[in-house]
């Protein structure tokens, strides 16, 4: 890397986490001009600072190429691969069990830009945008994320989220929830598993209480909300197709699990 170097990108530790999970160059053919750890570190540089493509620094390889591997690797599922197996090992470092037993749901309405593409107006939030539901384990990662438009009721939204526990996540026994996910959901979840009940916990704020408080559960879903905020390029959603809004979210969390393990002894 014959340039000075950016606050996002990796160092050593975390390339070396990262670059076996990352595809490699075909065989046969040209060697590539740009080595793939400039490229992840522009997809990086691009998300965290929120700019455009076509306003990459000239140091990075050209916006196109940048933009070219981010979609390819979008489009054949390697962003959410790359996620999920640094979550793996992020949950073994804690000594976790790899299957959650129990995880958090939320949603969170962003505005977006003129983009265009799909988008409602959420009345509760007054927000002309879309909506991002997420569920996270007690640790706040990620574990399912679905963009809409915000205009979908959260109730619809989460239907769309947890229908991934049909087939995935056998050992979940509890989500849980704000008082928005409250009513028919419930049964839904209940009954989304003829043999392994899920139940769908709703974590209430007292009456009584005045003013903000911490509600247990609650606050590990909303920090991982902040962690996502960090990223500029997720102030707002900028992005034409839902998927590509999905794919910078696991982007993000990428970036922040992988300069976690870094930090920790091989295990």
């Known amino acids: 890397m014959n340039r000075q170097p950016y606050p996002t990108d990796l160092s050593d530790a975390e390339w070396h986490r990262l670059a076996p999970l990352v595809p490699k160059p075909k065989a046969g053919g040209r060697p590539p001009n740009y080595p ?11 998300v965290r600072a929120g700019c455009a493509w076509r306003l990459l620094p ?47 749901l939320d949603s969170q309405s962003v505005k977006t830009t003129d983009r265009g593409g799909e988008h409602g107006y959420d009345a509760g939030k007054k927000v002309n945008g879309r909506k991002r539901q997420i569920l996270v384990d007690t640790l706040g990662l990620l574990l399912v994320v679905c963009v809409t438009a915000a205009s979908t009721q ?46 769908l916990e709703i974590v209430r704020r007292s009456d009584a209480t005045k003013g903000f408080v911490v509600l247990p559960r609650r606050w590990i879903v909303e920090r991982t909300f902040g962690w996502l905020n960090r990223c500029r390029r997720l102030s707002k959603d900028y992005e034409y197709l839902t998927e590509t809004s999905e794919a910078m979210i696991h982007v993000a969390m990428i970036n922040l699990m992988v300069r976690r393990l870094a930090r920790r002894p091989t295990f």
């Not at 196109?64 to 959410?80: A, D, E, P």
């Open 154 to 199: 959260g109730r619809d939204g989460a239907k769309l989220l947890l229908k991934v526990l049909s087939n995935h996540w056998t050992r979940l026994r509890l989500i849980w929830a704000d008082s928005s996910y409250a009513g028919e959901l419930i049964e839904w979840v209940r009954q989304l598993r003829e043999r392994r009940r899920v139940k």
């Open 58 to 104: 000239h140091e990075f390889p050209s916006w196109r190429i940048v933009y070219y591997y981010f979609r390819l690797w979008k489009l054949q599922g390697v962003w959410k691969r790359i996620h999920d197996r640094l979550r793996k090992w992020l949950r073994r470092a804690e000594h976790r069990h790899l299957q959650v037993s129990a995880a958090i």
């Open 36 to 46: 793939r750890r400039e490229i992840v570190n522009a997809i990086l540089y691009v």
